[in-house]
């Protein structure tokens, strides 16, 4: 039952590493799109086609939540990994030759 536990240990950590950065790339993705309608609606209003300048505000509010959720899922993965690794080499260190 043991030696089973390492290779769990180790998938899932790389598993949550796997989501982690993929949220990571999601937010980004977000982040820009938000730059480029920032951006795009100030050229509209300097090039005279808008009357007012709207500004979309709140991106850095939700890049700011995946941020610390995603430290935690960080130090989970990576700790599973590691764990997994100083298993395994308890039991190769500790298994019958």
Known sequence: MLKVLPPLMT????????YRVKTIIDQ???AQRGADANF???TEFLAGRSAQLPML???DERVQRS???GT???VVGFALIAGG???NAWLLWN???
């Open 11 to 18: 998938a899932a950590g790389s598993i949550i590493l796997a």
């Open 95 to 97: 298994s019958p030759t």
């Open 67 to 69: 941020v610390r959720f």
């Open 85 to 87: 690794a100083i298993v």
């Open 57 to 59: 505000v709140g991106f």
């Open 40 to 42: 795009r609606s100030l």
């Open 72 to 74: 935690w899922l960080l």
């Open 28 to 30: 980004l993705a977000f």
